[in-house]
């Protein structure tokens, strides 16, 4: 079974920037699409897909709200995933997970609504953005 810990978690100014880590144990990444998810202060853990990447066709999403802040991409190397996070405003303020399953090899156009479904998740990273 596949583990995944996420790390780079932090606080930051508004403004400022944040690279998280989402790395693989058990298998390797490139069996699986990868979705970060974000749980806002009173929220639920699956409310908000922030970004995927899809194994088999590359696809790369990301949630309107962080489309040219936000950065999603893969080390194969490394067994890790990345998302970088520039520009972080206070309402990025959340625990952020990434998150897998062996049944979703693509993200596809429903991905940030399928986080109910995914069996693999990592502990999560909180990113607090506040002056």
């Known amino acids: 079974q596949m583990q995944l810990v996420e790390s780079g978690g932090g606080l930051v100014q508004p403004g400022g920037s944040l690279r998280l880590s989402c790395a693989a144990s058990?298998?390797?990444?490139?069996?699986?699409?990868i979705g970060w998810f974000r749980q806002a202060p009173g929220k639920e853990r699956e409310g908000e897909g922030v970004?995927?990447?899809?194994?088999?066709?590359?696809?790369?999403y990301y949630t309107g709200s962080v489309k040219g802040r936000f950065t999603i991409s893969r080390d194969h190397g490394k067994n890790t995933v990345y998302l970088q996070m520039n520009d972080l405003k206070p309402e990025d303020t959340a625990v952020y997970y990434c998150?897998?399953?062996?049944?979703?090899?693509?993200?596809?156009?429903?991905?940030?609504?399928?986080?109910?479904?995914?069996?693999?998740w990592g502990q999560g990273a909180l990113v607090g953005v506040s002056t």
């Open positions: 998150a897998a399953d062996p049944e979703w090899p693509d993200c596809g156009a429903s991905w940030h609504r399928v986080a109910r479904h995914l069996g693999i």
């Open positions: 058990g298998s390797t990444l490139d069996n699986f699409a």
């Open positions: 970004s995927c990447i899809s194994r088999r066709d590359g696809n790369i």
